[in-house]
């Protein structure tokens, strides 16, 4: 405190000697210029008595005016720079110690709109770090409690096996479902980081030029063993030889997620279609399933990391697929939207630039 004292001091100090500096410079070449041309155009003589009483009382003027100018722009540096100053450092250092829900209210004055600039740009970084702070609370959270899960499976029946008399059609049960563990792990854990390089930027799209209609056609034929144990049928719209320039590996992310769901959602029975079409310098490829729908609650969430409004198909997957998919999508300035009636289906929809 006494350090800060003393810096008030001595900066109160040198502003005063500026301005007496700048102030008696100004007058006394005023006064010189007044006295001369006066003293030309009447023909005056000056005494020395008389140059003197003029210099005192000059002085007593500069010294006066001096205090006055630094008293103003003391009061002025105190509501115009010294306050705002405060009142966003106080912000910052509150930020800093993790309160992220501080906001600092726009200052009312002539001659403040920078400093609002500053406080606006502070309030918006706030509320991102808020946000960013409680994603990465529920990520730790999510991502814990989806390793806990086949870890837990694969040390129970990991146990199991090493129980003495059991069966060769028990130890085959319980290989089965170690290995189905490992496998949810192991794509949990690819998930996890390809979704982290996409949301962090250390994967850029390389865009070449691709057949589109074989990719969909290729990523169709990756699923078929799945869709014909539930007798799906399975409908194709995909018009031919639909060149685009893209990412073709991002964009296999995309319809493997999308075809992955429509099957996975799709009762015995039902019926997926995929259908690729043109307009104008855009494809639209939408997938379409007779499946079970989402409820317009759950939509509002569908593409968040983790999240997972059926869970009565959770162990069939970990929560990142569409999350996956609405990253790439907008790293390849593209846009998804999905339409759905819960009970009959859902539509989902991505349109992408040609070139």
């Known amino acids: 405190m006494k350090q800060l004292s003393c810096r008030r001091v001595l900066q109160a100090i040198h502003n005063y000697i500026v301005f007496f500096l700048v102030v008696a410079f100004a007058v006394t070449c005023c006064m010189v210029l007044f006295v001369t041309t006066l003293a030309d155009s009447m023909g ?28 103003i722009d ?12 405060k009142i966003i450092t106080q912000a910052a250092e509150q930020i800093m110690q993790g309160d992220f829900t501080v906001r600092v209210e726009p200052l009312k004055g002539v001659g403040l709109d920078e400093f609002n600039q500053i406080i606006h740009a502070l309030n918006k970084m706030a509320a991102e770090l808020s946000g960013t702070e409680t994603l990465r609370t529920d990520f730790i959270a999510n991502v814990s409690h989806e390793l806990k899960t086949p870890l837990a499976v694969m ?7 090493q129980r003495p008399g059991i069966t060769e059609a028990e130890k085959n049960t319980y290989a089965k479902a170690i290995s ?6 192991a794509q949990l854990i690819t998930n996890i980081l390809k979704l982290n390089k996409l949301e962090n930027q250390q994967i850029f799209p390389k865009a070449e030029p691709y057949d589109l209609s074989e990719q969909l056609c290729q990523c169709m034929l990756h699923f078929e063993d799945l869709w014909e144990q539930k007798n799906l049928n399975i409908e194709a719209d995909i018009d031919e030889n639909i060149i685009i320039q893209s990412d073709s590996e991002l964009l296999s992310l995309v319809w493997n997620n999308l075809i992955s769901n429509a099957v996975k959602f799709t009762p015995e029975g039902g019926t997926i279609c995929i259908c690729l079409k043109t307009k104008g310098n855009q494809v639209v490829v939408s997938v379409r399933d007779t499946g079970c729908g989402i409820k317009p609650e759950v939509g509002q969430h569908i593409f968040e990391k983790f999240y997972q409004g059926d869970t009565s198909h959770a162990t069939q997957g970990n929560g990142l697929g569409l999350a996956l998919v609405k990253r790439v999508v907008d790293i390849l300035n593209g846009e998804i939207h999905v339409e759905s009636t819960y009970g009959k289906g859902s539509t989902f929809t991505v349109r992408i630039r040609r070139n």
């Open 44 to 71: 005056l003589v000056f005494t020395a008595e008389n140059i003197t009483d003029a210099a005192k009382l000059t002085f007593g003027n500069v010294i006066l005016l001096t205090f006055v100018f630094s008293s």
């Open 74 to 85: 003391r009061i002025r540096r105190k509501i115009m720079v010294e306050r705002p100053v």
């Open 155 to 161: 040390g129970n029946y990991a146990t199991m096996l």
């Open 180 to 185: 189905e563990a490992a496998r949810r792990l």
